[in-house]
């Protein structure tokens, strides 16, 4: 990484159990992480202090993951959006892609195609120029 | 062009037409349910392996995972019950009832419900293992695994279940008052103390069944034999409440007594279940919100241990954090009145470190001890002798040997531990309880920014291998390069090893972590590594290399990094987590697959094999597949003269009893015999000319040794166990480009389900392996060995433990063929394998003889398969 302050995440699952065991994962690679179940609370909070990578769910309760990170780019064009999904289908896929969406995983996962996800973002925000 | 000779399906029409019995189905249809059948069959075989797979530490799952896996796995095995239904009509009507009551049940956990599954009143502590935690209560269930799975000593005893407590609250009358009851504190009408007190008045004055006090009796006489020498033990009978996170949230809320006689136990037990219903736990559960009906509780009782001196150990002092030490209050004689705050007690604080140094301690002036009351139960305080009211409870090696003990536990259930125990007249260890030690109020000390801590500790390795088991291991390595060096092996060393040999097993509660150069993750040593959750990782290439015998090292196998130094930092952080073990996705997962995967079901020749005896999914798939194939085989084989036709023997250069049924053929000689040369279906020729492979098929009798026969006789995954003949019979279904061959030899099952035709999109092999009369460890030689070979021909391949299934899907036609023709060659070359397969090394040997062989033989004259054939 070549800024001087760790990357800052954002994790949205409605579920906790995802947050919760990719949290520790993300921090012991140094990465700021915070965690949210509910969309609306994460939209409000990415306004005030904005994340350098979004990890979201499609399918919640509030508004989905869709408009979620359609706002998020909206606000924030250079975040990088990596989307988890249970009910990957071929047509989500591309709507998000099209959003701009980095990289797309189905649920369940292993922790360490997260990792590889979340190292591809930093290498191409570090690319970017600042 | 051939001429359709139409004279089997009229006989065959004119049977079905006139016959009094009930009308069998159209061969045509009949093997169209058994396609689908087995389609399902595979799908849910997949799902349940699937569903294991997620239990390993990589993965991240969520509920809407787990629901959607069960809903998938159960409409497989509904589907195939009804295929088999339509095959053989009300012939095995009592599945959908048996499959009925196995779906609520995981319905029912899907919800959130406790299900007390139907099991024994009594439960001896030597029975209990973590899958047990519903009949037995969080407490008893974690003893049991400290005895059990850690070897140390607990005191002697048995559960009273929670299904007594089903039994005797749950049923008739009793269930309507207790409702009752509840119900008029719930709208008001009851306060909370006048419920509590008729709640108790009730349960008091229960009349325990016939069978229950039985138990019990037979409970206390087991017990009661192990003092054979002294006089008959005392009971402690404590509360061991049921449910999620039972243990934080209600301690201390429960009634324990001590010193009950055996013949007491029986009003004892009333009186602790009524604690259940104490005001204090009642409002506890109204403010939690925890439903009446998830209020269940089993009670233990434990053999009275004659302590002399007892007390409490915390693995980490939480009062003094910076010192990171254990923390040990004892006294002398019995711990209850220290456990309840209303005694002094000796403090000692030792390293968390070997060899265990005593940092410190307040030795408190000591006036009394608690005893058990020699008549009427119960206990008492009495005046301590003047010479010991100021010398340590606890002398130096006893301190050294609990520590070493806590560290155990610690290291085992991966959070610091609150620890009851007692040293006996024998100066023996006692473990009475342990918990998760509450750290709530000490985590902001126990976390820091671990990214700054990085550069004090050098990576040596990274990323390499694969993750056995997560969690983080800090110690000393030991590189073991013979037996020798597993000899006098330091506690909590770090085991580094070049194979990840089954002999390293017998020191797993030794050791705190384990790496070595080359291993399975399905391997007997990652199975144990798993169950004891020391973190290991295998496959690293070099470890033993780069890592430096004696070196103090981190093993992080959460994100595989190995640091040079004790990273402590990152071992308290770990404290703040909860383990993945712990999380309640993965005990759902765990408590549903207990429903789903044990297979007890092996032996279709016993008198077992029935509707009713299957207690799991995969009981009833086991069940299912197997009628299903018999109704192909005998039902019509035998009696229909439309299949007579088409069912002939095969014969072939080896011994294999092969039947095959070809669905493709118009007309039959009856006179020609079926060979290798006369095979129609090309798919069925291709892999019956792999099997023919000279130098395959073992011909020598294989010595099975006399450890891999008391193995097989004592395996509990018994698929395997019976004879080959008492198993069933080879089978081989075609019907133009669909192929499926089902064979039991040598202990082994395999199946083979293909379609290959021009259309790629439709082509697919899926291939399963699984069995053996080896013990567990060849058997998963023999599965690496298959994986090994299938994953060098470009198959997907996924093991667990001795189940290989492989697949391709999507290839062309002539690729396929090639396929077909090395699973031929593999069944046959497989067949005793596991016999000779006595070490890690064969496993190479063997695929590179067999891939020889298989380069000798490449000649197979695939062309020729090609020749039009005459259809129906």
Redesign the interface.
Known sequence: MSQDR?VRILLL?D?P??S???K??L????YCVETFTDSLDALSHFRQFPFEIVVTDLKMEGIDGMEFLTEVKKMRPETEVIVIT?FATMETAKESFRQGVLDFLA??????E??NAIAKAVERIDREPQ | MAVLDTKPLTTYLRNVLFSKKSRPLPFPQLFDHFQKLIAENNRALETMADMGEKLGSEFVFDQKYINSSVTSITESVYRMIYHLDCMAPKQFHELFSVYNSIRSELESELNGHMVIPEGDFIISYGAIDDALETMVGGKNAHLGIVGNVLGLTIPPGFVISSRCFDILLRTGQNQEEVNDIIGKWQDGTYATGEASDRLTQLIVSLKLPKSIRKGIERGVAEVTARFSNSRPPTFAVRSSAIGEDSEHSFAGQFESLLNIEASEIPEAYKKVLASLYSPRAMEYRRTKNIKEAEAVMAVGCQAMIPAEASGVAYTLDVFNLQQKNILISSVFGLGAALVGGEQQADRFRISRKPPYEVCGMEIVHKKTKVQPRQSKGGIRSKLLDQNLCDRPSLKPEQLRLLAETAMKLESFFKHPQDIEFAFDQQEQLVILQTRALNIEQSKPHLVCDLSSMEANYPILMEGKGTIVQEGVAMGTVRLVKSEEDLIDLPQGSILVAHYSSPNLAQTIKRVSGIITDIGSPIGHLSTIAREFRVPMIIGTGNGTKILQNGAEITLDANVNRIYGGLKTELCYYEFTEEPFEETYEYRLLRRLLKKISPLALFDPASKNFTPQACKTLHDLIRFVHEQSVKVLIRKNYVNDSYIKDYARKLALDIPLDLTVIDFAICSLDKKEKLTLETIASPTLKTFSAGMCIPGLWAREPVAVDMKSFMSSMTRTFAANVGTPHSIGQNLAVTSGDYLNVSLHLGYHFSMIDTICSEKDNENYIYFRFFGGVTDETRRSRRAQFIQQVLSQSDFMTTTKGDLVVSRIKGAPRQNILEKIYILGALVSFTRQLDVKMINDTTIGKFVQKFQDILQQNKTMPLEDLYEPRQTC
């Not at chain 1, 921090?27 to 140094?30: A, M």
């Not at chain 1, 649920?107 to 360490?112: D, E, G, Y």
């Open positions: 760790p699952d579920e159990i995802v919760k065991r990719l520790p994962a921090e012991r690679k140094g249970g649920k369940p996962f292993k922790i360490c997260m990792m």
